[in-house]
T-cell receptor, first 115, second 111 residues
């Protein structure tokens, strides 16, 4: 089955620093990937759609200059949280559409803690 | 706005019983609904997809129904086991687009 990996799985950083999260499709190509954020006991909320070779599409209320997305290849999308603050602490999850294009395959998530 | 609601935050049942989880949608008519399982600290895992013209779909001990009149999908786990304990998410979305998730229902199956 399709596998999506994320790295790192956990990261702790100081306020004001930047953190990069990688999302890779291991055994398939993904021209589109999605980035979600999940707060405790809340649903996954879409942050942005990452498109290979073009600019990402951000959801309303998500600052594109703060959450930089780069989809440089068909198997890798990166999310960089710039000038992180404690309120950015969350669980960040990426996904890519499956072959059927309906179901999605999710990465294991990245737990970001900003101190 | 389009809403997916899973009104039950938590469900506790005894091993061997059937767990039934509910998903309701409002202000739109999704062409299909999907169900995912999410374990603590992990990403969701796809379980089942059901289209609006399908009344019911099964996969092993799992069964999903889609009632367009009630605007509701039910997710059943028969002969539940403690290993089924997890959060189950209902979602909708167009092909190739991001998913709109409900908050999820946390299922606990006790021995």
């Amino acid at each position: 089955g399709a596998v999506v990996s994320q790295h790192p799985s956990r990261v702790i950083c100081k306020s004001g620093t930047s953190v990069k999260i990688e999302c890779r499709s291991l055994d398939f190509q993904a021209t589109t990937m999605f980035w979600y954020r999940q707060f405790p006991k809340q649903s996954l909320m879409l942050m942005a759609t990452s498109n290979e070779g073009s600019k990402a599409t951000y959801e309303q209320g998500v600052e594109k200059d703060k959450f930089l997305i780069n989809h440089a290849s068909l198997t890798l999308s990166t999310l960089t949280v710039t000038s992180a603050h404690p309120e950015d602490s969350s669980f960040y999850i990426c996904s890519a559409p499956g072959q059927g294009a309906y179901e999605q395959y999710f990465g294991p998530g990245t737990r970001l803690t900003v101190t | 706005s389009q809403k997916i609601e899973q009104n039950s935050e938590a469900l506790n049942i005894q091993e061997g019983k059937t767990a039934t989880l509910t998903c309701n949608y409002t202000n739109y008519s999704p062409a299909y609904l999907q169900w995912y399982r999410q374990d603590p600290g992990r990403g969701p895992v796809f379980l089942l997809l059901i289209r609006e013209n399908e009344k019911e779909k099964r996969k092993e001990r799992l069964k999903v129904t889609f009632d367009t009149t009630l605007k509701q999908s039910l997710f059943h786990i028969t002969a539940s086991q403690p290993a089924d304990s997890a959060t189950y998410l209902c979602a909708s979305g167009d092909s190739g687009y991001a998913l709109n998730f409900g908050k999820g229902t946390s299922l606990l199956v006790t021995p």
